[in-house]
């Protein structure tokens, strides 16, 4: 689905408030940043995750991206353990500019929150809001 003229494919699930991306998998879950959010980040040049095979909760920085105008830190609702990190993404950041939804970040395999978690179609309100802010 297109918002505002970012792109947001529908098959994945989205977590708007940190505009992260998340694919489901039973119980592994794979993450990203969407196409406005690594928009609003601006170029990203550097990308620091947890180590594989730590352990997440809903409270823990799973990720951290920065930007020359901008640091984030992300969390998600899920409680597990990091499986697999993006190496090519940790060694390029800028990928995540180019291609945010071939760029993952991290795998976690655990118990994900789905319900705080929304389909495009749910989100897509919150997302023409960001982008119309961002968009001038």
């Known amino acids: 689905m297109q918002v505002e003229g970012f792109e947001f494919p529908d098959e994945l699930y989205y977590y708007p408030e ?7 998998e039973g119980d592994m879950v794979t993450v990203g940043i969407t196409s406005l959010g690594q928009y609003m980040a601006g170029k990203i040049f550097q ?3 947890k180590n594989k095979g730590e352990k997440v909760t809903p ?11 901008w640091i ?9 353990e990091i499986v697999d990190i993006n190496d090519e993404v940790v060694k390029n950041p800028t990928l995540i500019n180019e291609k945010p939804y071939d760029a993952w ?12 978690l929304l389909p495009v179609s749910e989100a897509v309100k919150i997302f023409e809001n960001d982008a ?3 968009i001038r």
């Open 18 to 24: 940190e505009h992260v991306w998340v694919k489901i």
């Open 47 to 49: 990308v620091t995750t």
């Open 59 to 69: 409270k823990s920085v799973i990720f951290t991206l920065e930007s020359a105008k």
């Open 72 to 80: 984030g830190k992300f969390r998600l609702p899920v409680e597990g």
């Open 105 to 116: 970040i991290v795998k976690i395999k655990g118990d994900i929150k789905k319900e705080k």
């Open 132 to 134: 119309k802010r961002v």
